[in-house]
């Protein structure tokens, strides 16, 4: 199975109608409080009180035309894959339309990371198969249309670099190696802008904080103008400031018509955005439809993971349980 070389790079693209249209729904669901993803899914009552998120899936599943004739930017079907002899994907089907926003919730182990790794071709499937734009993974090369954002790690590396520097790498699979043109070295500069970093773009990398690091891995994604991105736990370990910084970047990224798979605990601030979810319990799907609500300690202010609870507290974490 292929595995690209630099998968946090992607092109431009157009904005149609009907991503006018979802960013104009995207605005008016803005105003609903964010939820935790540990849970129940919502009921219809709640659907039909004004959810955009829902409304939007329901349109989806009701027959838009344009949604339903186009082959989707994402497609597994029965993937299975596993870690050493440890089987962690059991057969797993999900999609992803195009401008769709799609979130893999779950508990810890229970196979979201694997998911994506396998999409983007890091983690070979032992059966089933993968899809990007129609195309089998296999044969699949055009990864400047994907953009990838690894579970929270940091921007360093061996060599010193500054933040224009780690984001400029983005732009690999457009360049090939040459020289940055100026289209290259706007669209970096957009990048680190969009993720609030701009005055500082000439630090080392070094010198950020861990919500810092993880705006620039964003941005080194975002430089190529990705037309999927992927991304492995954002919000992870981030602090509120960059998780809001965060959130605005997506969203603009969205209303421009993006698709994005993102790997969550919660959705957070990313609530309004999320058109559905997929969520996994021991590498298998339990859910695909309307983002689930979150109960008990997961829909508590500051509750950003899923995790054991102490001894005495009601574990009700539905779906993800």
């Avoid at 292929?2 to 960013?23: G, T």
């Avoid at 058109?275 to 695909?288: E, F, K, N, S, Y």
Wanted: net charge neutral; glycine share 10%; with cysteine.
């Amino acid at each position: 199975m292929n595995r690209p070389a630099a998968v946090s790079e992607v092109p431009e693209m157009a904005i149609s109608a009907e991503s006018a249209q979802r960013a104009a729904a995207r605005q008016d669901a803005t105003t609903r409080p964010a939820t935790g993803a540990g849970s129940e899914p919502r009921d219809g009552a709640d659907a039909a009180s004004g959810d955009g998120a829902a409304e939007r899936t329901r349109a989806h599943d009701a027959g838009d035309p344009g949604k339903t004739a186009a082959a989707p930017v994402i497609a597994v079907r029965g993937a299975t894959a596993t870690l050493g002899s440890r089987p962690v994907l059991r057969g797993i089907d999900f999609h992803v339309r195009s401008g769709e926003v799609v979130a893999l919730l779950g508990a810890n182990g229970s196979g979201k990371s694997t998911a994506v790794r396998s999409v983007i071709g890091q983690i070979p499937l032992t059966a089933g198969e993968i899809s990007l734009f129609s195309t089998p993974l296999r044969r699949f090369r055009d990864w400047s249309r994907v953009g990838y954002v690894p579970q929270r790690t940091t921007a360093e590396s061996g060599v010193p670099a500054t933040v224009r520097e780690v984001v400029s790498a983005g732009r690999l699979s457009r360049t090939r190696l040459g020289w940055p043109t100026k289209a290259d070295r706007a669209a970096v500069g957009r990048a680190i802008e969009l993720v609030g970093l701009a005055d500082r773009a000439k630090d080392s990398v070094s010198a950020l904080s861990g919500g810092q690091h993880q705006r620039v891995l964003i941005a080194r994604a975002l430089a190529a103008e990705p037309e999927l991105l992927i991304m492995d736990e954002p919000m992870a370990g981030v602090d509120l400031a960059s998780q809001e910084i965060l959130a605005a970047t997506l969203r603009e990224q969205v209303a421009a018509g993006t698709t994005v798979l993102l790997v969550l605990h919660e959705l957070g601030p990313l609530e309004p955005l999320i058109d559905r979810a997929v969520v996994l319990r021991d590498g298998c799907v339990t859910h695909d439809g309307p983002p689930p609500r979150a109960v008990g300690q997961h829909a508590l202010p500051g509750h950003d993971h899923v995790h054991p609870h102490a001894a005495g507290e009601p574990l009700r974490t539905g779906l993800l349980t």
